[in-house]
Nanobody, 122 residues
Framework: QVQLVESGGGSVQAGDSLRLSCAAS????????MGWFRQAPGKEREFVAV????????DYAKSVKDRFTISRDNAKNTAYLQMNSLKPEDTAIYYC???????????????WGQGTQVAVSS
């Protein structure tokens, strides 16, 4: 059974940093893209970042570009999201995803984690 388990969320102040982790199990995802999406209260789920199978190609939402960095360690079947200079508008539940193609589309993700809460206060 495939599982994606996120960790690293928490409550921080504006300007702080957090590092989210996503541990995948149930199969090897070294040939899949991995991504992060988020959903703020009262808003639709939105794309944050995606990384291709090798880690050589990444894409980011404009709102997080230059502040967030996605990476992966295929030996550990784990993806990461380093979040710097956090803003109150980054407050959301962050979800890890896996997809068979490199895409920012939520509907094209094959697997989703349960999410981890990030709260940023001003």
């Amino acid at each position: 059974q495939v599982q994606l388990v996120e960790s690293g969320g928490g409550s921080v102040q504006a300007g702080d940093s957090l590092r989210l982790s996503c541990a995948a199990s149930g199969r090897t995802f070294s040939d899949y893209s991995m991504g992060w999406f988020r959903q703020a209260p009262g808003k639709e789920r939105e794309f944050v970042a995606v990384i291709n199978w090798s880690g050589g190609i990444t894409d980011y939402a404009k709102s997080v570009k230059d502040r967030f960095t996605i990476s992966r360690d295929n030996a550990k079947n784990t993806a990461y999201l380093q979040m710097n200079s956090l803003k109150p508008e980054d407050t959301a539940i962050y979800y890890c995803t896996v997809a068979s193609r490199f895409t920012s589309s939520a509907t094209m993700q094959d697997y989703w984690g349960q999410g981890t809460q990030v709260a940023v206060s001003s």
